[in-house]
């Protein structure tokens, strides 16, 4: 097993959580395997908090089991289950020093003092914050804060780390760096985490696989680049990423916005070439966005890499958009 | 200007109401203070002698020690009470738990007088009637709901995250309570303990119902003060009352104060 930490797997059964009548959680199995980084992604309502609170231990199954390295804990305690979590606004304890918070899952397991004193200077280490044990939580700023819940969940290296939307409260500049520093110290403990987003950039850049949820239910797993280049439903492309949606017979396809080329009238070439009219232009730095009005396709969007279009087409004109056989992704119109 | 006209006559009759509702009680303070022997206002000289009086007469400082021990033992016995009550509740947080709530507090909607009664018919077959149990059990249950009110604000503020942090990382439900909840509730426990000694220490109608000889609070002393002769150090009495009820809550105060964030 690589790194300084624990793992185990995860297997979901026909997991099902009601609600009097509504089912937020409807039927999923899962596979999640030792050391992998696994996002849940949806929108809120998706159910993805839901799954993993019971993962948890937090909610109370319906109907389905949980395995852990093939043995079941849907009945066990969340106390007992020896999984550490980030909460989302991280919940640590704000009577407690950084250090006693790290400390507390070790002091209520009753290890001998100098081995938790060992332990703790490890983690800080791990998170970078050395010189911040005996600090309060008030006193540190929101990335800080967050190293700390990480360090809390981790020291009694378990088996597998729930992070619930753990970058939510962070600044966009802020997150991207934590992102990072939380996918070297996944790296170095080979633990198995479990992170629940929203945020689609996040889930992209950061997960072995993702787990695209959409009410209550799985609408496809994969890795980033298999989800991103081949969505199975409307939903996935949609969320994941940009699409257009070209309704042909009685299929629909996903076309991604790059992926389509813009020419001046007539000089299209390419399998498919389709004209219109360019109804809007959005500068944004490394790229352009174009809306252009298809009359057999409806409205298109096109991203074209700002340095290389030269000037922008200007509103009202009228273009070809092609795009390689291979861009266009059939899509099951009812998932699964 | 109309709105500044209407706040001055809101702030300025918040005053008056204050000074009717606190005068009444500062009158003690110069009565206890009078040279003469029965109930008086000090006209030219003032006198010590009813303080004197009250912290060497054996029968008061015999009652100031009875009220104490009533009152510390009713306090300590309805924080606990009222604390485990607010959090089973919170925990619980249902439609029959707030059923339950409303019952829990209860005590502090019926009269005193009704209460006293009941307190009197029950305790008399059990000879709890002038007993030191009796009235720390009486007193107890007029002061666990004050309890319950303030633990149950403390706790509407507590993140309820930080109790699933607690169990998450592997703490059983009683360490929990003691090492993450207890802490994070701790002004609202000692702003109860402190209402439920204040309700202990003056209280007299329930006393006079369920003491006779043996039991002698320190209201009760002044009751009978008061309605035998008219000794001023009744209002000696009257003011050490509320010096100690004063400094009860400096205490809760400051240290509700401490408690909160240093920047």
Request: glycine share 8%; proline share 4%; net charge positive.
């Given at each position: 097993m690589a790194g300084i930490g624990n793992?185990?797997?995860?297997?979901?059964?026909?997991?099902?959580?009601?609600?009097?009548?509504?089912?937020?959680?409807?039927?999923?199995?899962?596979?999640?395997?030792?050391?992998?980084?696994?996002?849940?992604?949806?929108?809120?309502?998706?159910?993805?908090?839901?799954?993993?609170?019971?993962?948890?231990?937090?909610?109370?199954?319906?109907?389905?089991?949980?395995?852990?390295?093939?043995?079941?804990?849907?009945?066990?305690?969340?106390?007992?289950?020896?999984?550490?979590?980030?909460?989302?606004g991280y919940a640590l304890f704000p009577h407690m020093t950084v250090r006693d918070n790290i400390a507390y899952p070790l002091s209520v397991r009753k290890r001998p003092k100098a081995e938790i004193g060992a332990k703790v200077d490890e983690m800080l280490d791990l998170v970078h914050l050395t010189d911040f044990g005996h600090r309060f939580p008030k006193e540190l700023s929101g990335g800080q804060q967050q190293r700390v819940?990480?360090?809390?969940?981790?020291?009694f290296a378990p088996?597998?780390?729930?992070?619930?939307?753990?970058?939510?409260?962070?600044?966009?500049?802020?997150?991207?760096?934590?992102?990072?520093?939380?996918?070297?110290?996944?790296?170095?403990?080979?633990?198995?985490?479990?992170?629940?987003?929203?945020?689609?950039?996040?889930?992209?850049?950061?997960?072995?696989?993702?787990?695209?949820?959409?009410?209550?239910?799985?609408?496809?797993?994969?890795?980033?680049?298999?989800?991103?280049?081949?969505?199975?439903?409307?939903?996935?492309?949609?969320?994941?990423?940009?699409?257009?949606?070209?309704?042909?017979?009685?299929?629909?396809?996903?076309?991604?916005?790059?992926?389509?080329?813009?020419?001046?009238?007539?000089?299209?070439?390419?399998?498919?070439?389709?004209?219109?009219?360019?109804?809007?232009?959005t500068y944004f730095g490394a790229m352009l966005k174009y809306q252009v009005q298809v009359p057999e396709l409806g409205e298109i969007e096109v991203d074209v890499d700002a340095w290389r279009g030269g000037t922008p087409v200007a509103e009202g004109t009228t273009v070809d958009l092609t795009w390689a056989n291979t861009a266009a992704v059939r899509l099951e119109i009812e998932p699964k | 200007m109309k709105t500044g006209l209407a706040a001055r006559f809101n702030s300025g009759l918040a005053w008056l109401l204050l000074v009717l509702l606190v005068a009444p009680a500062l009158v003690a303070i110069p009565v206890s203070l009078t040279p003469r022997r029965f109930l008086s206002?000090?006209?030219?000289?003032?006198?010590?002698?009813?303080?004197?009086?009250?912290?060497?007469?054996?029968?008061?400082?015999?009652s100031f020690g009875q009220s104490a021990v009533i009152g510390l033992s009713s306090t300590l016995l309805a924080t606990t009470i009222g604390t485990l009550c607010a959090i089973g509740?919170?925990?619980?947080?249902?439609?029959?738990?707030?059923?339950?709530?409303?019952?829990?507090?209860?005590?502090l909607v019926i009269p005193p007088i009704i209460a006293a009664m009941a307190f009197y018919r029950l305790f008399v077959p059990l000879g709890l009637i002038d007993s030191y149990i009796g009235l720390i059990l009486a007193h107890t249950v007029l002061s666990a709901p004050l309890v319950l009110i303030t633990v149950s604000a403390?706790?509407?503020?507590?993140?309820?995250?930080?109790?699933?942090?607690?169990?998450?990382?592997?703490?059983?439900?009683?360490?929990?309570?003691?090492?993450?909840?207890?802490?994070?509730?701790?002004?609202?426990?000692?702003?109860?303990?402190?209402?439920?000694?204040i309700a202990s220490w003056d209280e007299i109608v329930v006393t006079l119902f369920l003491s006779k000889f043996s039991v002698y609070t320190l209201p009760r002393r002044m009751w009978n003060g008061i309605r035998e002769n008219t000794d001023p150090t009744v209002a000696a009495a009257a003011v050490v009352l509320m010096v100690v009820t004063l400094v009860a809550f400096s205490i809760w105060a400051l240290a509700v104060r401490r408690q909160r964030p240093t920047e």
């Open positions: 793992s185990g797997s995860l297997h979901l059964k026909s997991l099902v959580k009601r609600y009097g009548g509504f089912t937020a959680v409807d039927n999923v199995n899962l596979e999640i395997e030792r050391g992998e980084f696994l996002t849940l992604l949806g929108p809120s309502g998706s159910g993805k908090t839901t799954l993993l609170l019971m993962m948890a231990g937090f909610q109370d199954i319906t109907s389905g089991d949980i395995l852990l390295d093939g043995q079941s804990i849907a009945a066990m305690p969340a106390e007992k289950r020896n999984f550490g979590m980030v909460f989302q819940a990480l360090a809390r969940a981790l020291c088996p597998v780390l729930l992070l619930d939307e753990p970058l939510g409260a962070l600044d966009k500049k802020l997150r991207i760096e934590v992102q990072a520093q939380l996918k070297e110290i996944h790296n170095r403990v080979g633990t198995t985490f479990v992170f629940v987003t929203h945020d689609q950039e996040e889930a992209l850049s950061m997960s072995d696989r993702i787990v695209i949820m959409n009410h209550g239910r799985i609408e496809q797993v994969g890795t980033p680049s298999e989800l991103y280049q081949h969505p199975r439903t409307v939903f996935a492309a949609s969320f994941l990423g940009k699409s257009n949606f070209l309704h042909r017979k009685d299929a629909v396809y996903a076309l991604r916005p790059e992926k389509i080329d813009l020419a001046a009238a007539g000089t299209g070439q390419g399998a498919n070439t389709v004209s219109g009219v360019v109804q809007s232009v | 206002f000090p006209t030219d000289e003032l006198s010590l002698q009813y303080y004197r009086k009250l912290f060497t007469s054996p029968e008061w400082l015999s509740l919170w925990r619980v947080s249902s439609r029959a738990g707030e059923v339950m709530r409303a019952i829990l507090l209860l005590p403390s706790l509407a503020g507590f993140d309820p995250r930080l109790e699933q942090a607690s169990r998450n990382l592997g703490a059983s439900n009683w360490t929990t309570m003691r090492r993450v909840i207890l802490p994070g509730i701790k002004p609202g426990v000692m702003a109860g303990a402190v209402f439920a000694f």
